[in-house]
Protein backbone atom coordinates (compact mmCIF):
# COMPACT_ATOMS: atom_id res chain seq x y z
CA UNK A 1 0.00 0.00 0.00
CA UNK A 2 1.50 3.13 -0.73
CA UNK A 3 1.65 6.06 1.58
CA UNK A 4 -0.91 9.28 2.35
CA UNK A 5 0.21 11.75 0.33
CA UNK A 6 -0.77 15.21 2.00
CA UNK A 7 -1.02 18.34 -0.41
CA UNK A 8 -1.21 21.77 0.53
CA UNK A 9 -1.07 23.74 -2.72
CA UNK A 10 -3.87 24.36 -5.52
CA UNK A 11 -1.46 24.09 -8.13
CA UNK A 12 0.00 20.77 -6.75
CA UNK A 13 -3.23 18.47 -6.20
CA UNK A 14 -4.77 19.70 -9.52
CA UNK A 15 -1.38 18.43 -11.18
CA UNK A 16 -1.78 15.88 -9.49
CA UNK A 17 -5.01 14.87 -9.59
CA UNK A 18 -5.69 15.50 -13.40
CA UNK A 19 -2.36 13.03 -14.50
CA UNK A 20 -4.05 10.55 -12.50
CA UNK A 21 -7.20 11.25 -14.47
CA UNK A 22 -5.26 11.37 -17.63
CA UNK A 23 -4.44 8.15 -16.79
CA UNK A 24 -7.81 6.86 -16.49
CA UNK A 25 -7.45 6.35 -12.81
CA UNK A 26 -11.20 7.19 -11.21
CA UNK A 27 -11.68 9.68 -8.34
CA UNK A 28 -13.56 9.53 -5.27
CA UNK A 29 -13.13 12.88 -3.41
CA UNK A 30 -14.36 13.14 -0.05
CA UNK A 31 -14.33 16.80 1.65
CA UNK A 32 -14.09 17.68 4.76
CA UNK A 33 -13.43 20.19 7.79
CA UNK A 34 -11.11 17.32 9.85
CA UNK A 35 -11.66 16.32 13.29
CA UNK A 36 -12.75 13.27 11.59
CA UNK A 37 -15.21 10.59 13.25
CA UNK A 38 -17.04 7.39 12.10
CA UNK A 39 -19.17 9.61 9.81
CA UNK A 40 -16.40 10.97 7.92
CA UNK A 41 -14.36 7.71 7.55
CA UNK A 42 -17.84 5.58 6.25
CA UNK A 43 -17.43 8.09 3.43
CA UNK A 44 -14.05 7.64 2.82
CA UNK A 45 -14.44 3.99 2.68
CA UNK A 46 -17.36 3.99 0.35
CA UNK A 47 -14.89 6.12 -1.90
CA UNK A 48 -12.49 3.39 -1.61
CA UNK A 49 -14.87 0.79 -2.26
CA UNK A 50 -16.04 2.33 -5.46
CA UNK A 51 -13.05 4.57 -7.17
CA UNK A 52 -9.32 3.92 -8.13
CA UNK A 53 -8.09 6.57 -6.12
CA UNK A 54 -9.42 8.26 -2.89
CA UNK A 55 -8.92 12.09 -2.24
CA UNK A 56 -9.83 13.86 1.04
CA UNK A 57 -9.90 17.32 1.92
CA UNK A 58 -9.28 18.75 5.18
CA UNK A 59 -10.24 22.88 5.11
CA UNK A 60 -11.92 24.61 8.06
CA UNK A 61 -13.42 26.84 5.55
CA UNK A 62 -13.79 30.25 7.17
CA UNK A 63 -16.31 31.55 5.03
CA UNK A 64 -18.78 29.34 5.79
CA UNK A 65 -18.91 30.55 9.73
CA UNK A 66 -20.73 33.74 10.64
CA UNK A 67 -19.14 36.10 12.40
CA UNK A 68 -20.40 34.50 15.99
CA UNK A 69 -19.67 31.41 15.27
CA UNK A 70 -17.11 28.68 15.72
CA UNK A 71 -14.79 29.18 13.46
CA UNK A 72 -11.88 29.98 15.75
CA UNK A 73 -12.53 26.71 18.07
CA UNK A 74 -13.60 24.18 15.92
CA UNK A 75 -11.75 21.30 16.51
CA UNK A 76 -8.46 20.60 14.68
CA UNK A 77 -6.68 17.38 14.70
CA UNK A 78 -4.42 17.06 11.94
CA UNK A 79 -2.32 14.68 12.95
CA UNK A 80 -5.32 12.07 14.50
CA UNK A 81 -7.23 12.65 10.95
CA UNK A 82 -4.14 11.70 8.79
CA UNK A 83 -3.67 8.47 10.79
CA UNK A 84 -7.18 7.49 10.19
CA UNK A 85 -7.08 8.36 6.01
CA UNK A 86 -3.62 6.41 6.16
CA UNK A 87 -5.13 3.39 7.78
CA UNK A 88 -8.03 3.40 5.36
CA UNK A 89 -5.78 3.32 2.23
CA UNK A 90 -6.86 7.00 1.43
CA UNK A 91 -4.18 7.90 -1.47
CA UNK A 92 -4.13 12.22 -1.33
CA UNK A 93 -5.49 14.27 1.13
CA UNK A 94 -5.58 17.79 0.12
CA UNK A 95 -4.65 20.48 3.38
CA UNK A 96 -4.26 23.88 1.85
CA UNK A 97 -3.56 26.88 4.23
CA UNK A 98 -6.35 29.44 4.55
CA UNK A 99 -4.62 31.57 1.97
CA UNK A 100 -4.23 29.37 -0.37
CA UNK A 101 -7.68 29.13 -1.07
CA UNK A 102 -9.01 32.94 0.05
CA UNK A 103 -6.12 34.86 -1.33
CA UNK A 104 -6.08 38.55 -1.07
CA UNK A 105 -8.44 39.58 -3.59
CA UNK A 106 -10.62 36.74 -3.95
CA UNK A 107 -14.37 38.20 -4.69
CA UNK A 108 -16.27 35.37 -6.44
CA UNK A 109 -19.08 33.50 -4.31
CA UNK A 110 -21.39 31.05 -5.36
CA UNK A 111 -24.82 32.77 -4.60
CA UNK A 112 -26.66 29.21 -3.74
CA UNK A 113 -29.65 27.56 -4.83
CA UNK A 114 -33.16 28.52 -3.47
CA UNK A 115 -33.07 25.63 -1.53
CA UNK A 116 -30.36 27.26 0.34
CA UNK A 117 -32.90 30.06 1.84
CA UNK A 118 -34.55 28.06 3.93
CA UNK A 119 -33.99 26.65 7.43
CA UNK A 120 -30.05 26.83 7.82
CA UNK A 121 -29.97 29.48 5.81
CA UNK A 122 -32.51 31.58 7.65
CA UNK A 123 -30.13 30.82 11.07
CA UNK A 124 -26.81 30.74 9.76
CA UNK A 125 -27.21 33.35 7.20
CA UNK A 126 -24.12 33.31 4.68
CA UNK A 127 -23.35 29.69 5.29
CA UNK A 128 -24.31 28.04 2.08
CA UNK A 129 -22.93 31.22 0.38
CA UNK A 130 -19.63 29.66 1.89
CA UNK A 131 -20.81 25.77 1.80
CA UNK A 132 -21.21 26.44 -2.43
CA UNK A 133 -18.19 28.37 -2.89
CA UNK A 134 -15.56 26.13 -1.27
CA UNK A 135 -17.37 23.11 -3.07
CA UNK A 136 -17.37 24.25 -6.31
CA UNK A 137 -13.40 25.54 -5.93
CA UNK A 138 -12.60 22.14 -4.85
CA UNK A 139 -14.69 20.36 -7.33
CA UNK A 140 -12.56 22.36 -9.97
CA UNK A 141 -9.45 21.96 -8.30
CA UNK A 142 -9.97 17.99 -7.93
CA UNK A 143 -11.74 16.47 -10.65
CA UNK A 144 -13.08 13.78 -9.29
CA UNK A 145 -15.67 11.66 -10.54
CA UNK A 146 -17.54 11.52 -7.53
CA UNK A 147 -17.80 13.60 -4.44
CA UNK A 148 -19.06 11.81 -1.08
CA UNK A 149 -21.03 14.07 1.44
CA UNK A 150 -22.91 12.73 4.39
CA UNK A 151 -26.94 13.19 4.91
CA UNK A 152 -26.15 14.24 8.58
CA UNK A 153 -25.92 17.80 6.11
CA UNK A 154 -29.47 16.96 4.35
CA UNK A 155 -29.64 20.70 3.36
CA UNK A 156 -26.32 20.78 2.19
CA UNK A 157 -26.38 17.89 0.38
CA UNK A 158 -29.46 19.43 -1.39
CA UNK A 159 -27.57 22.78 -1.57
CA UNK A 160 -24.73 20.96 -3.61
CA UNK A 161 -26.91 18.67 -5.55
CA UNK A 162 -28.85 21.53 -6.78
CA UNK A 163 -25.41 23.93 -7.02
CA UNK A 164 -23.97 20.68 -9.76
CA UNK A 165 -27.17 20.69 -11.39
CA UNK A 166 -27.73 24.47 -12.34
CA UNK A 167 -23.79 24.87 -12.76
CA UNK A 168 -23.42 21.61 -15.11
CA UNK A 169 -20.89 20.02 -13.37
CA UNK A 170 -19.42 17.28 -14.22
CA UNK A 171 -19.25 15.09 -11.25
CA UNK A 172 -21.48 12.91 -9.45
CA UNK A 173 -22.98 13.49 -5.67
CA UNK A 174 -22.98 10.60 -3.65
CA UNK A 175 -25.09 11.22 -0.31
CA UNK A 176 -23.96 8.35 2.42
CA UNK A 177 -26.35 7.51 5.62
CA UNK A 178 -25.40 9.78 8.93
CA UNK A 179 -23.75 7.15 10.90
CA UNK A 180 -24.99 7.22 14.89
CA UNK A 181 -23.44 6.47 18.91
CA UNK A 182 -25.31 3.48 19.98
CA UNK A 183 -27.80 5.30 22.24
CA UNK A 184 -28.68 7.13 18.48
CA UNK A 185 -26.47 10.33 18.90
CA UNK A 186 -25.63 11.79 15.31
CA UNK A 187 -21.82 11.64 15.22
CA UNK A 188 -20.99 15.25 14.69
CA UNK A 189 -17.47 17.17 15.09
CA UNK A 190 -19.15 19.47 17.75
CA UNK A 191 -20.57 16.26 19.82
CA UNK A 192 -17.14 16.90 21.22
CA UNK A 193 -18.23 20.11 23.00
CA UNK A 194 -21.00 18.40 24.90
CA UNK A 195 -20.30 18.34 28.59
CA UNK A 196 -21.78 14.98 30.32
CA UNK A 197 -25.21 16.52 30.77
CA UNK A 198 -25.28 18.10 27.88
CA UNK A 199 -24.30 14.94 25.49
CA UNK A 200 -27.82 13.16 27.36
CA UNK A 201 -30.10 16.02 26.76
CA UNK A 202 -28.46 15.72 22.92
CA UNK A 203 -30.05 12.04 22.94
CA UNK A 204 -33.59 14.48 22.11
CA UNK A 205 -32.70 15.13 18.55
CA UNK A 206 -32.80 11.50 17.40
CA UNK A 207 -35.12 10.30 19.74
CA UNK A 208 -37.82 12.95 18.56
CA UNK A 209 -36.67 11.63 14.80
CA UNK A 210 -37.41 8.07 15.82
CA UNK A 211 -40.59 9.35 17.18
CA UNK A 212 -41.48 11.25 14.29
CA UNK A 213 -40.62 7.90 11.99
CA UNK A 214 -43.11 5.83 14.44
CA UNK A 215 -46.03 8.58 14.42
CA UNK A 216 -45.60 8.17 10.29
CA UNK A 217 -45.49 4.52 10.29
CA UNK A 218 -48.81 4.62 12.68
CA UNK A 219 -50.70 6.57 9.70
CA UNK A 220 -50.17 9.93 11.19
CA UNK A 221 -49.88 12.52 7.56
CA UNK A 222 -50.60 15.86 9.30
CA UNK A 223 -47.01 17.00 9.25
CA UNK A 224 -47.72 19.72 11.49
CA UNK A 225 -48.59 17.24 14.28
CA UNK A 226 -45.69 15.77 13.63
CA UNK A 227 -43.63 18.53 13.67
CA UNK A 228 -45.53 19.78 17.00
CA UNK A 229 -44.33 16.02 18.58
CA UNK A 230 -40.92 16.72 17.37
CA UNK A 231 -40.44 20.29 19.37
CA UNK A 232 -42.14 18.61 22.41
CA UNK A 233 -39.65 15.79 22.46
CA UNK A 234 -36.98 18.74 22.38
CA UNK A 235 -38.52 20.86 24.81
CA UNK A 236 -39.20 17.78 27.11
CA UNK A 237 -35.93 17.12 27.41
CA UNK A 238 -35.12 20.81 28.59
CA UNK A 239 -33.54 21.83 25.43
CA UNK A 240 -34.55 25.81 25.42
CA UNK A 241 -33.06 27.24 22.19
CA UNK A 242 -34.79 25.13 18.77
CA UNK A 243 -33.96 26.88 15.78
CA UNK A 244 -36.49 24.64 13.95
CA UNK A 245 -38.40 21.33 13.79
CA UNK A 246 -39.80 20.61 10.81
CA UNK A 247 -41.22 18.22 8.06
CA UNK A 248 -40.42 19.46 4.67
CA UNK A 249 -40.48 18.12 1.29
CA UNK A 250 -37.26 16.30 1.10
CA UNK A 251 -36.22 17.59 -2.05
CA UNK A 252 -37.54 21.39 -2.01
CA UNK A 253 -37.34 21.71 1.98
CA UNK A 254 -40.83 23.80 1.77
CA UNK A 255 -42.87 23.16 4.67
CA UNK A 256 -45.50 20.48 4.44
CA UNK A 257 -49.15 20.59 5.77
CA UNK A 258 -49.97 17.13 4.49
CA UNK A 259 -47.27 13.91 4.16
CA UNK A 260 -48.11 13.41 0.34
CA UNK A 261 -44.73 12.95 -0.84
CA UNK A 262 -41.14 12.64 0.20
CA UNK A 263 -40.64 13.81 2.99
CA UNK A 264 -37.64 14.87 5.78
CA UNK A 265 -37.75 15.64 9.43
CA UNK A 266 -35.36 18.01 10.51
CA UNK A 267 -34.26 19.83 13.52
CA UNK A 268 -31.57 21.81 14.85
CA UNK A 269 -31.25 23.33 18.58
CA UNK A 270 -28.53 24.25 20.90
CA UNK A 271 -27.61 22.31 23.68
CA UNK A 272 -25.69 24.57 25.79
CA UNK A 273 -23.39 26.72 23.41
CA UNK A 274 -23.88 24.27 21.13
CA UNK A 275 -25.49 24.23 18.16
CA UNK A 276 -26.63 20.41 16.90
CA UNK A 277 -28.41 19.36 13.76
CA UNK A 278 -29.89 16.11 12.98
CA UNK A 279 -32.58 14.53 9.88
CA UNK A 280 -34.33 11.37 9.07
CA UNK A 281 -36.19 10.80 6.16
CA UNK A 282 -39.76 9.77 6.53
CA UNK A 283 -41.27 6.15 5.41
CA UNK A 284 -44.10 7.00 2.80
CA UNK A 285 -47.43 6.29 3.70
CA UNK B 1 -12.63 19.42 -43.86
CA UNK B 2 -15.38 18.10 -42.16
CA UNK B 3 -19.10 19.76 -41.69
CA UNK B 4 -19.73 21.88 -38.94
CA UNK B 5 -21.45 20.03 -36.29
CA UNK B 6 -24.28 21.77 -34.83
CA UNK B 7 -25.56 20.81 -31.15
CA UNK B 8 -28.71 22.03 -28.81
CA UNK B 9 -28.03 19.69 -25.61
CA UNK B 10 -26.16 19.95 -22.62
CA UNK B 11 -25.78 16.20 -22.49
CA UNK B 12 -24.38 15.79 -26.28
CA UNK B 13 -22.07 18.94 -25.98
CA UNK B 14 -20.34 17.39 -22.77
CA UNK B 15 -20.06 13.97 -24.42
CA UNK B 16 -18.74 14.76 -27.59
CA UNK B 17 -15.97 17.67 -25.99
CA UNK B 18 -15.17 15.52 -23.41
CA UNK B 19 -14.82 12.15 -25.68
CA UNK B 20 -12.13 14.73 -28.01
CA UNK B 21 -10.46 16.08 -24.81
CA UNK B 22 -10.15 11.97 -23.21
CA UNK B 23 -8.62 11.45 -27.20
CA UNK B 24 -5.74 14.04 -26.74
CA UNK B 25 -7.35 16.78 -28.57
CA UNK B 26 -7.11 20.65 -27.56
CA UNK B 27 -10.12 22.51 -27.12
CA UNK B 28 -10.74 26.20 -28.04
CA UNK B 29 -13.96 27.64 -26.84
CA UNK B 30 -15.59 30.85 -28.42
CA UNK B 31 -18.61 31.79 -26.37
CA UNK B 32 -20.57 34.24 -28.11
CA UNK B 33 -23.94 35.68 -28.45
CA UNK B 34 -24.43 34.72 -32.33
CA UNK B 35 -25.35 37.93 -34.54
CA UNK B 36 -21.72 37.41 -35.47
CA UNK B 37 -19.30 40.09 -36.74
CA UNK B 38 -15.66 39.92 -37.83
CA UNK B 39 -14.89 40.70 -34.24
CA UNK B 40 -15.80 37.31 -33.39
CA UNK B 41 -14.91 35.77 -36.53
CA UNK B 42 -11.40 36.76 -34.95
CA UNK B 43 -11.56 35.18 -31.97
CA UNK B 44 -12.86 31.99 -34.22
CA UNK B 45 -9.45 32.37 -36.38
CA UNK B 46 -7.29 32.47 -33.36
CA UNK B 47 -8.15 29.60 -32.01
CA UNK B 48 -8.51 27.68 -35.22
CA UNK B 49 -5.15 28.51 -35.04
CA UNK B 50 -4.00 27.32 -31.62
CA UNK B 51 -6.22 24.15 -31.03
CA UNK B 52 -7.28 20.83 -32.05
CA UNK B 53 -10.86 21.35 -32.33
CA UNK B 54 -13.15 25.01 -32.06
CA UNK B 55 -16.35 25.41 -30.63
CA UNK B 56 -18.39 28.24 -30.61
CA UNK B 57 -21.47 28.64 -28.58
CA UNK B 58 -24.78 30.76 -30.14
CA UNK B 59 -26.84 31.70 -27.42
CA UNK B 60 -28.44 34.63 -26.13
CA UNK B 61 -27.95 34.52 -22.38
CA UNK B 62 -31.09 36.22 -20.67
CA UNK B 63 -29.67 36.61 -17.51
CA UNK B 64 -27.23 39.35 -18.54
CA UNK B 65 -30.35 41.66 -19.85
CA UNK B 66 -31.92 43.85 -17.61
CA UNK B 67 -35.86 44.38 -17.58
CA UNK B 68 -35.72 47.63 -19.56
CA UNK B 69 -33.13 46.01 -21.88
CA UNK B 70 -32.34 44.88 -25.54
CA UNK B 71 -33.14 41.13 -24.98
CA UNK B 72 -36.17 40.87 -27.00
CA UNK B 73 -34.39 42.73 -29.97
CA UNK B 74 -31.24 41.46 -30.23
CA UNK B 75 -30.40 40.72 -33.59
CA UNK B 76 -30.50 36.61 -34.05
CA UNK B 77 -28.84 35.57 -37.64
CA UNK B 78 -28.32 31.78 -37.32
CA UNK B 79 -28.73 31.14 -40.23
CA UNK B 80 -25.71 33.33 -41.76
CA UNK B 81 -23.66 32.62 -38.40
CA UNK B 82 -23.18 28.70 -38.82
CA UNK B 83 -22.47 29.79 -42.78
CA UNK B 84 -19.87 32.12 -40.97
CA UNK B 85 -18.21 29.52 -38.54
CA UNK B 86 -18.67 26.60 -41.18
CA UNK B 87 -16.26 29.14 -43.88
CA UNK B 88 -13.66 28.96 -40.95
CA UNK B 89 -13.31 25.47 -39.89
CA UNK B 90 -15.16 25.86 -36.67
CA UNK B 91 -15.84 22.08 -35.60
CA UNK B 92 -18.70 22.55 -33.08
CA UNK B 93 -21.62 24.82 -32.66
CA UNK B 94 -23.53 24.95 -29.30
CA UNK B 95 -26.38 26.49 -29.96
CA UNK B 96 -28.97 25.42 -27.19
CA UNK B 97 -32.10 26.62 -26.30
CA UNK B 98 -33.02 28.63 -23.92
CA UNK B 99 -34.88 25.91 -21.13
CA UNK B 100 -31.58 24.07 -21.84
CA UNK B 101 -29.34 26.50 -20.03
CA UNK B 102 -31.82 27.57 -17.25
CA UNK B 103 -34.30 24.73 -16.80
CA UNK B 104 -37.22 24.67 -14.34
CA UNK B 105 -35.78 25.01 -10.82
CA UNK B 106 -32.72 26.62 -12.02
CA UNK B 107 -31.87 28.91 -9.21
CA UNK B 108 -27.71 28.91 -8.88
CA UNK B 109 -25.96 31.60 -9.73
CA UNK B 110 -22.74 33.29 -9.74
CA UNK B 111 -21.56 36.18 -7.41
CA UNK B 112 -19.17 38.10 -9.72
CA UNK B 113 -15.96 39.20 -8.13
CA UNK B 114 -15.28 42.82 -7.09
CA UNK B 115 -14.51 44.38 -10.39
CA UNK B 116 -17.79 43.53 -11.47
CA UNK B 117 -19.63 46.22 -9.15
CA UNK B 118 -17.95 49.50 -11.01
CA UNK B 119 -18.86 50.64 -14.31
CA UNK B 120 -20.77 48.54 -16.17
CA UNK B 121 -22.16 46.75 -13.29
CA UNK B 122 -23.65 50.64 -12.09
CA UNK B 123 -25.35 51.09 -15.10
CA UNK B 124 -26.50 47.64 -15.90
CA UNK B 125 -27.13 45.66 -12.50
CA UNK B 126 -26.81 41.99 -12.51
CA UNK B 127 -25.65 41.85 -15.86
CA UNK B 128 -22.03 40.37 -14.78
CA UNK B 129 -24.03 37.83 -12.46
CA UNK B 130 -25.81 36.62 -15.97
CA UNK B 131 -22.67 36.38 -17.57
CA UNK B 132 -20.35 35.09 -14.78
CA UNK B 133 -23.01 32.77 -14.46
CA UNK B 134 -23.42 31.31 -17.59
CA UNK B 135 -20.07 31.40 -18.61
CA UNK B 136 -19.02 29.25 -15.61
CA UNK B 137 -21.98 26.78 -17.36
CA UNK B 138 -20.21 26.51 -20.61
CA UNK B 139 -16.89 26.29 -19.26
CA UNK B 140 -18.36 23.23 -16.70
CA UNK B 141 -20.35 21.65 -20.12
CA UNK B 142 -17.23 22.51 -22.57
CA UNK B 143 -13.96 21.37 -21.16
CA UNK B 144 -11.68 23.80 -23.17
CA UNK B 145 -8.18 24.31 -23.02
CA UNK B 146 -8.82 27.80 -24.16
CA UNK B 147 -11.59 30.56 -24.15
CA UNK B 148 -11.31 33.26 -25.95
CA UNK B 149 -13.20 36.35 -25.51
CA UNK B 150 -12.85 40.00 -27.01
CA UNK B 151 -11.04 43.05 -25.70
CA UNK B 152 -14.28 45.41 -26.62
CA UNK B 153 -16.17 43.81 -23.39
CA UNK B 154 -13.11 45.10 -21.78
CA UNK B 155 -14.65 44.86 -18.25
CA UNK B 156 -16.02 41.45 -18.62
CA UNK B 157 -12.87 39.98 -19.59
CA UNK B 158 -11.60 40.98 -15.95
CA UNK B 159 -14.76 39.76 -14.82
CA UNK B 160 -14.46 36.28 -16.10
CA UNK B 161 -10.15 36.18 -15.62
CA UNK B 162 -11.24 37.27 -12.08
CA UNK B 163 -13.64 34.43 -11.95
CA UNK B 164 -11.26 32.05 -13.28
CA UNK B 165 -8.40 32.93 -10.83
CA UNK B 166 -11.33 33.11 -7.48
CA UNK B 167 -12.72 29.85 -8.40
CA UNK B 168 -9.76 27.63 -9.48
CA UNK B 169 -11.33 26.86 -13.03
CA UNK B 170 -8.81 24.56 -15.13
CA UNK B 171 -9.21 26.68 -18.37
CA UNK B 172 -7.02 29.27 -20.03
CA UNK B 173 -8.25 33.01 -21.21
CA UNK B 174 -7.17 34.49 -23.67
CA UNK B 175 -8.42 38.12 -25.19
CA UNK B 176 -8.06 39.50 -28.33
CA UNK B 177 -8.06 43.15 -30.00
CA UNK B 178 -10.81 45.20 -30.38
CA UNK B 179 -12.06 44.95 -34.39
CA UNK B 180 -12.95 48.38 -35.85
CA UNK B 181 -14.55 49.58 -38.93
CA UNK B 182 -11.65 51.88 -41.27
CA UNK B 183 -13.37 54.70 -39.89
CA UNK B 184 -12.98 53.52 -36.20
CA UNK B 185 -16.24 52.36 -34.68
CA UNK B 186 -15.49 49.44 -32.87
CA UNK B 187 -17.26 46.17 -34.51
CA UNK B 188 -20.35 45.26 -32.01
CA UNK B 189 -23.48 43.50 -32.75
CA UNK B 190 -25.67 46.55 -31.82
CA UNK B 191 -23.80 48.54 -34.39
CA UNK B 192 -26.80 47.16 -36.71
CA UNK B 193 -29.15 49.28 -34.72
CA UNK B 194 -27.54 52.74 -35.73
CA UNK B 195 -29.76 55.08 -38.04
CA UNK B 196 -26.61 56.44 -41.08
CA UNK B 197 -26.80 59.94 -38.72
CA UNK B 198 -26.52 57.67 -35.63
CA UNK B 199 -23.84 55.43 -37.17
CA UNK B 200 -21.77 59.02 -38.12
CA UNK B 201 -22.36 60.62 -34.27
CA UNK B 202 -20.76 57.25 -33.15
CA UNK B 203 -17.67 57.53 -33.97
CA UNK B 204 -17.59 59.78 -31.15
CA UNK B 205 -16.29 57.21 -29.03
CA UNK B 206 -12.89 55.28 -31.13
CA UNK B 207 -12.10 59.68 -31.82
CA UNK B 208 -12.89 60.02 -28.04
CA UNK B 209 -10.17 56.92 -27.16
CA UNK B 210 -7.65 58.04 -29.73
CA UNK B 211 -7.69 61.41 -28.81
CA UNK B 212 -6.58 60.68 -24.30
CA UNK B 213 -3.86 58.27 -26.04
CA UNK B 214 -2.73 61.32 -27.91
CA UNK B 215 -2.58 63.05 -24.48
CA UNK B 216 -0.56 60.43 -23.10
CA UNK B 217 1.55 60.17 -25.44
CA UNK B 218 1.92 64.22 -25.10
CA UNK B 219 2.66 63.68 -21.85
CA UNK B 220 -0.27 64.57 -20.11
CA UNK B 221 -0.60 62.12 -16.54
CA UNK B 222 -3.83 64.09 -14.81
CA UNK B 223 -5.79 60.70 -15.47
CA UNK B 224 -9.09 63.29 -14.61
CA UNK B 225 -7.86 65.75 -17.62
CA UNK B 226 -8.04 63.22 -20.11
CA UNK B 227 -11.51 61.55 -18.85
CA UNK B 228 -12.49 65.50 -19.15
CA UNK B 229 -11.60 65.24 -22.79
CA UNK B 230 -13.27 61.99 -23.66
CA UNK B 231 -16.64 63.61 -22.32
CA UNK B 232 -16.24 66.56 -24.39
CA UNK B 233 -15.41 64.74 -26.86
CA UNK B 234 -18.73 63.06 -26.91
CA UNK B 235 -20.17 65.47 -25.63
CA UNK B 236 -19.41 67.54 -28.75
CA UNK B 237 -20.29 65.28 -31.03
CA UNK B 238 -24.32 65.75 -29.29
CA UNK B 239 -24.49 62.90 -27.56
CA UNK B 240 -25.90 63.62 -24.27
CA UNK B 241 -26.73 60.44 -22.50
CA UNK B 242 -23.22 59.31 -21.11
CA UNK B 243 -23.11 56.35 -18.70
CA UNK B 244 -19.49 56.90 -18.18
CA UNK B 245 -15.91 57.75 -19.72
CA UNK B 246 -13.24 56.97 -17.83
CA UNK B 247 -9.22 56.65 -16.63
CA UNK B 248 -8.95 53.16 -14.71
CA UNK B 249 -6.74 51.09 -13.14
CA UNK B 250 -6.47 48.13 -16.23
CA UNK B 251 -6.58 45.52 -13.48
CA UNK B 252 -8.88 46.92 -10.68
CA UNK B 253 -11.13 49.62 -12.57
CA UNK B 254 -10.50 51.98 -10.01
CA UNK B 255 -10.69 55.33 -10.82
CA UNK B 256 -6.94 57.14 -11.40
CA UNK B 257 -5.85 60.27 -10.46
CA UNK B 258 -2.69 59.71 -11.76
CA UNK B 259 -1.12 57.51 -14.97
CA UNK B 260 0.88 55.85 -12.78
CA UNK B 261 0.21 52.16 -13.59
CA UNK B 262 -1.43 50.30 -16.27
CA UNK B 263 -4.37 52.00 -17.41
CA UNK B 264 -7.67 51.97 -19.70
CA UNK B 265 -9.84 54.81 -21.17
CA UNK B 266 -13.38 53.28 -21.06
CA UNK B 267 -16.57 54.95 -22.49
CA UNK B 268 -20.16 53.67 -22.67
CA UNK B 269 -22.54 56.25 -23.77
CA UNK B 270 -25.87 55.67 -26.16
CA UNK B 271 -26.53 57.15 -29.20
CA UNK B 272 -29.78 57.39 -30.02
CA UNK B 273 -31.76 54.29 -28.02
CA UNK B 274 -28.18 52.09 -29.00
CA UNK B 275 -26.06 51.53 -25.92
CA UNK B 276 -22.63 51.45 -27.37
CA UNK B 277 -18.67 50.80 -25.16
CA UNK B 278 -15.56 51.05 -26.09
CA UNK B 279 -11.98 51.24 -24.76
CA UNK B 280 -8.66 51.51 -25.06
CA UNK B 281 -5.38 50.22 -23.10
CA UNK B 282 -3.04 53.70 -22.95
CA UNK B 283 0.26 53.60 -23.48
CA UNK B 284 2.55 53.37 -20.63
CA UNK B 285 4.69 56.81 -19.06
Known amino acids: MPALRTITTAAAIHA ?50 G ?31 QDEIYPPGFSTYVEPPAVAALLEGKHRPGHFRGVGTVVLKLFNLISADVAYFGQKDYQQSLVIQ ?23 LALSSRNRYLSPTERQQALALSRSLRQAEELVRSGLREARAIAAALRNELAAAGIQRIDYATV ?31 NCLLPLP
Open 16 to 65: ETSAQRAAGRSIGLVPTMGALHEGHLSLVRRARAECDAVVATIFVNPTQF
Open 67 to 97: PSEDFSRYPRTLEKDLELLAELGCDLVFAPA
Open 162 to 184: HMVRDLNLPIQITICPILRESDG
Open 248 to 278: ADAQTLAELNTLDRPAVALVACHVGTTRLID
